[in-house]
Structure formats: structure tokens, C-alpha cells
């Protein structure tokens, strides 16, 4: 699996172009920032963007989607939780920041435990509430996408409408920490971590 990272936007948020070397397919993970860069890239890489993997409903992770699916008509996946803040600012918190945020519908509604075929990928969906009651992690291989759940020495987010902290560190305690081994994890602010740095070092779950 190849991962290229996109970043962009008012809290500069990470998306991921993810894709087998062998399929003329790309995954994007988050859609933040403005999708000309992201829709470049994917030309310069050869691969068409066949599908966007959400892993929460908070529109600095949204902020390119209706555009991208516009140009692509790629299929658009999110947690059954999250799905309606695709289309209510007051939910993806566009409105406290008196911004816009394109309203879309999701193609799939996904649940814990769903795997996603795309890009030539096996992508499993781990349901880690707390950020959002939607927010999701994506393992595909030894990466983890976690969204807005784990950061680097960090976590989430809890202060928004409903958010909860305890839920969110139960989240990462019994749905990501427990994986067995060592996992790359790209989150969706700043940079790459990995598992097994935080299960040791992370004050915060």
C-alpha cells in the first residue's frame, strides 16, 4: 500500500491518498483542504479517485468532498453516526465559523467491524466514538487512519457538542490499543505516529 498525504485548509487537515501499486484506483481518507490538489495528484500518480473514506463529521475533513465527488462521482463512505452531519452545519460545526460546507449524502453507511474493498485495499472499519459519535479508525495492512481520535501524543478533541472524553480514551484503550503489534498511524491533523509510541507514551488515554 502507498499512502501520499494532502494537507490543507483553515486547521490544516490531513487527507490521505491510499492505493495498491497495481490498481489504477485511488482511496482518499478525509476530504480536507480544496480538491484541485488532491484530484492533481491523483492524475500525476496515474490513479482515478474511485472513493472517500470519512473517518468523522466535522467539516475540516469535509471541506472537498462535494467538489470531489462532483468531478469523480466516487463513492463516499461514513459511520451510520456521522452520516447526517454531511448536510447539517450546526452537526459538522461549519456554522461556528461561519463557513460553508457543500451539503452531500453518503453512498454507504458503514459500521463497526465493515471492510471496505477500494483501490485494490482491504480497508476494516474500528467504530471509536468520543470525537463524534460517528468517528471511525481505518486499518488497512500495519496503518491506521484515526481521524481525529489519536493524534500524536495527543487525542481528540472533546469540548464540541457530543463529544466525551471518556468515551473517546475507552475507544482508543479497547478498539486500537489492543491490536496486537505495532501499527503506523496517520492521523488527521499533524504528523505520523506509530501504535506502540503511544500506547507508551500518550498521557492522555
Do not use: W
Amino acid at each position: 500500500m502507498k499512502v501520499v498525504r494532502k494537507t490543507g485548509g483553515l486547521f490544516m487537515a490531513n487527507s490521505y491518498i491510499v492505493f495498491d501499486e497495481n490498481s489504477g484506483e485511488a482511496c482518499l481518507i478525509d476530504a480536507g483542504g480544496y480538491a484541485r490538489p488532491i484530484l492533481d495528484k491523483c492524475r500525476e500518480l496515474g490513479k482515478k479517485l474511485t472513493s472517500v473514506l470519512i473517518t468523522h463529521g466535522h467539516f475540516d475533513h469535509l471541506t472537498a468532498l462535494a467538489k470531489l465527488k462532483e468531478e469523480t462521482e466516487c463513492s463516499v463512505y461514513i459511520h451510520e453516526a456521522d452520516a447526517a452531519a454531511l448536510s447539517d452545519p450546526r452537526l459538522n460545526l461549519s456554522d461556528g465559523f461561519f463557513l460553508a460546507c457543500r451539503p452531500i449524502k453518503a453512498d454507504v453507511l458503514l459500521k463497526d467491524g465493515d471492510v471496505v474493498e477500494a483501490a485494490g485495499l482491504s480497508i476494516r472499519v474500528l467504530h471509536t466514538p468520543g470525537h463524534t459519535p460517528g468517528g471511525v479508525c481505518y486499518v488497512c495492512g500495519n496503518s491506521i487512519f484515526s481521524g481525529d481520535t489519536l493524534f500524536k501524543l495527543s487525542v481528540g478533541r472533546t469540548d464540541f457538542p457530543q463529544s466525551s472524553y471518556e468515551q473517546l480514551a475507552d475507544s482508543i484503550r479497547s478498539k486500537l490499543f489492543v491490536l496486537p503489534g505495532d501499527y503506523t498511524v496517520y492521523p488527521g491533523h499533524g504528523p505520523h505516529t506509530s501504535l506502540q509510541f503511544e500506547r507508551e507514551n500518550n498521557a492522555l488515554v
